[in-house]
C-alpha cells in the first residue's frame, strides 16, 4: 500500500484506463430498464476509445457503472431534500 500512496503522491494513477463513457451509460441505463441481465447487457455495448475499442466491457464493469451512476443520483437526491425541523 506504501508504494501506492507514494505512486499517488507523485502524480501516478493507479489502475486501467476507464472504458465507459455517457453513450455506454446512456445504454446501459436503457436496456437495464428492459430487465435485460448484466451479462446480456454487457454483449450488447462497444468500447469505443482506447486500447480496448471495438471490445465489450465485462458484466463487473457494467455494474460498477451502473452502480456509480444509482449512487450518485442518490447523495443528489439527499443532498435536495429540506432540512428536518427539529
Sequence with gaps: MEGHESARKRGKTI???????GDMLSMALHL???EM?????????????????????SPATVMRMLREHDE???????????????
Design 15 to 21: 489502475g486501467g484506463a476507464g472504458v465507459t463513457d
Design 32 to 34: 437495464r430498464e428492459q
Design 37 to 57: 441481465s448484466l451479462r446480456d447487457i454487457a454483449n450488447r455495448l462497444v468500447i469505443t476509445t482506447g486500447k480496448k475499442k471495438g471490445q465489450h466491457p
Design 72 to 86: 450518485q443520483r442518490a447523495s443528489m437526491a439527499e443532498g435536495a431534500r429540506p432540512a428536518s425541523i427539529p
